[in-house]
Nanobody
Framework: QVQLVESGGGLVQAGGSLRLSCAAS????????MGWFRQAPGSEREFVAA????????DYADSVKGRFAISRDNAKNTVYLQMNSLKPEDTAVYYC?????????????????WGQGTQVTVSS
């Protein structure tokens, strides 16, 4: 069992930066693939980024490549999402998720555990 709590969301102007954090509880964090997803009003929840258990493999949605960076600190049971050059279209609720799988990690249905989400709003 893994419990996830996101933090770090807020209001930022276009071009600005935010760093989201996701604190996990549970002994399986260090062996879990961690992902970030987001959901804008009226839209489906979409993949943003993922990182495998030891951090050696990461994956990103095309829309955020070169602007966002996912990282993890297994000693702190925390995964991060550094978001730079933010755009108004990045506005969404951002969710942290965990899965034991190491395949198809961009798929929402592969994730077993989810946080409650944190709001990110980018003004133009």
């Amino acid at each position: 069992q893994v419990q996830l709590v996101e933090s770090g969301g807020g209001l930022v102007q276009a071009g600005g930066s935010l760093r989201l954090s996701c604190a996990a509880s549970g002994r399986t964090f260090s062996t879990s693939t961690m992902g970030w997803f987001r959901q804008a009003p009226g839209s489906e929840r979409e993949f943003v980024a993922a990182i495998k258990w030891n951090g050696d493999i990461t994956d990103y949605a095309d829309s955020v490549k070169g602007r966002f960076a996912i990282s993890r600190d297994n000693a702190k049971n925390t995964v991060y999402l550094q978001m730079n050059s933010l755009k108004p279209e990045d506005t969404a609720v951002y969710y942290c998720a965990a899965t034991r799988t190491i395949v198809a990690i961009t798929r929402r249905d592969r994730y077993e555990y989810w946080g409650q989400g944190t709001q990110v709003t980018v003004s133009s």
